[in-house]
């Protein structure tokens, strides 16, 4: 274990009690809450060149921000009394960072190399390799049809069946990748526990080729387990209950339950408590993405982790890319008063990484009380949205630019198309330049009509890469897995527990026998006693 050097001690301090913090609220007030955006390039004509940061094969231009010189200052003064630098060794050493389950946070050692000396005394971080290479040599036996279905056929239709983090990493990042899936392979997923997703998809699914890959760690998560079971049923039904064995593989830590469900044991993958949902495409939860897109691209994809983690760790805090995007979340949130920011994709196979980064940053940083159980003293988490490209720009940016809120955004650029079409992604890449320079500039004269006028003024960063690679997308994903780490630090608030979603589930589960047997309601909430009645009145 990491010896108590390496233990971050919650500063007793709030962050609104930091000098810097101080410092920031008096320069917005008297410095910044009025400039706009097109006086700030007009006094610094190398404004687009200073403010950029290059880590890895993303540049990061954030000109287009409220921020000085003076700011980007106070802005690294914060995060070094905030204890950022500190919190970040601590998180690599395995100091117990996620304070109330009493646990390390090391989604970082899933990326590294045994070479990187990444917390290798905490149990469980040296079986990191062994994993990796049982499901090389499990991904690559299935590709090259060394194992196959119960009928001897291969198989090449990957469903995921899994919820929240063990759906939206894989499902997000086979999309992303969809370039690199080997040869007549196919991914699919199942999350809702609703029923209709693999009621669907049993149409277009051969049994015989069908493998089901199971992702919960205790492997008893309700969504999961309720499609895992129904899945059997299918594949009994129709192949035989011989052909169970055959047909499901699963990452969890379980054993008992695996055996009760008939996972075949050479076909479990472990990962550890240390390891959160929303942080474990890197682990044996991706195993279906590395399934389709084969080990070496999977490999790819945690190599780009691992360069992001590098940088995080060792540049400092003004050229430090998550730390610059966290300020900036952090400024815009608690100073200009914006509770929302738009993640914009301009790469169709990126569309549900704005749904990717809801989870990570809502569920991880959507906190009202510190790590010590005080009540916070700033905003926290900002809702998250967006959508990708063109779509997006004839769904909700009219919002954007004449809207009356101010909604900071990301813009995500890749420079060649991941297609086989450049033209059409220059038409795409013109598109983002134009929205991101129109939210800036605005519209606006004394012969314009008043419907026509845009104010502008609207904050944005720019991310570029060459191209959409998987060392790419790893460099993407780590990026604001580490943003939000560092808000989290910011806030003081744990950023890896999750509890906020556990009333919910225990009042499900006391609910169930009401709605499906027709059992009594034993609540008291009035407005839950009329709707059970309403669904038994439609039911008869």
């Not at 990748?177 to 209709?196: A, E, R």
Request: hydrophobic residues 40%.
């Amino acid at each position: 274990m990491p010896d108590a050097a390496a233990e971050r001690q919650l500063s007793a301090r709030y962050p609104t009690d930091l000098p810097a913090w101080k410092a920031l609220k008096a320069h917005y007030r008297e410095d910044m809450r009025s400039r706009s955006l097109l006086s700030l390039f007009a006094r610094d004509r190398t404004r687009a060149e200073r403010l950029a940061i290059t880590a890895g094969n993303l540049y990061l231009d954030y000109s287009k921000n409220h921020v000085t010189s003076r700011t980007l200052k106070l802005f690294a003064s914060l995060a070094k009394q905030a204890g950022v630098p500190a919190a970040t060794e601590a998180m690599f050493a395995g100091a117990h960072l996620n304070v109330t389950e009493d646990r390390p946070v090391l989604h970082v050692a899933l990326r590294s190399k045994i070479s990187d000396q990444i917390a290798l005394e905490v149990p469980g971080v040296r079986d990191i390799w062994d994993v990796l290479t049982r499901m090389e040599e499990y991904t690559e036996a299935i590709l090259a049809g060394r194992i196959r279905g119960s009928t001897g056929k291969r198989l090449t239709q990957i469903v995921n069946i899994g919820i929240g983090g063990s759906d939206l990493g894989p499902v997000m990042a086979a999309r992303a990748l969809k370039p690199f899936w080997q040869p007549d392979l196919s991914f699919h997923s199942v999350s809702n526990v609703d029923g209709t997703q693999l009621a669907d998809l049993r149409r277009e699914l051969d049994p015989e080729r069908t493998l089901f890959v199971i992702c919960s760690k205790t492997f008893t998560t309700l969504e999961t387990m309720t499609n895992a079971r129904a899945a059997r049923i299918w594949i009994s039904d129709t192949l035989g209950a011989e052909a169970v064995a055959a047909h499901f593989v699963a990452a969890s830590t379980n054993h008992s339950a695996m055996n009760d469900f008939g996972i075949h044991p050479e076909y479990r993958f472990g990962f550890w408590d240390w390891v959160g949902g929303r942080y474990s495409i890197w682990s044996a939860v991706g195993l279906s993405l590395a399934l389709v897109v084969g080990f070496d691209t999977f490999s790819r994809l945690l190599a780009g982790g691992r360069i992001m983690d590098q940088h995080f760790r060792l540049a400092p805090p003004e050229q430090n890319m998550p730390i610059v995007l966290a300020m900036l979340a952090n400024w815009y949130n608690n100073f200009f008063g914006a509770d929302t920011q738009a993640i914009l994709p301009y790469d169709n196979r990126l569309e549900r990484f704005p749904a990717y980064l809801q989870q990570l940053q809502m569920e991880s940083n959507g906190k009202s009380v510190r790590s010590d159980g005080k009540p916070v003293r700033c905003e926290t988490g900002a809702v998250i949205w967006g959508e990708a490209g063109n779509n997006a720009q004839h769904s909700f940016y009219q919002l954007l630019h004449q809207g009356t809120r101010l909604i900071p955004a990301d813009f995500i650029l890749p420079a060649r198309s991941s297609g086989s079409d450049q033209a059409q992604q220059d038409l795409a890449i013109a598109n983002c330049l134009a929205q991101s320079e129109a939210l800036m500039d605005g519209f606006d004269g004394p012969d314009i009509e008043s419907h026509r006028r845009h104010a502008g003024n609207n904050p944005s960063n720019t991310l570029l890469f060459e191209a959409l690679t998987p060392e790419t997308l790893g460099q993407l994903i780590a990026l604001y897995e580490h943003k939000v780490f560092v808000e989290g630090v910011l806030w003081g608030i744990d950023s890896f527990d999750q509890w906020g979603v556990e009333l919910g589930k225990k009042l499900a589960s006391s609910l169930s026998p009401a709605v499906s047997k027709g059992k009594p309601y034993a609540g008291s909430n009035p407005s839950t006693a009329t709707l059970l009645s309403r669904i038994r009145a439609h039911r008869e």
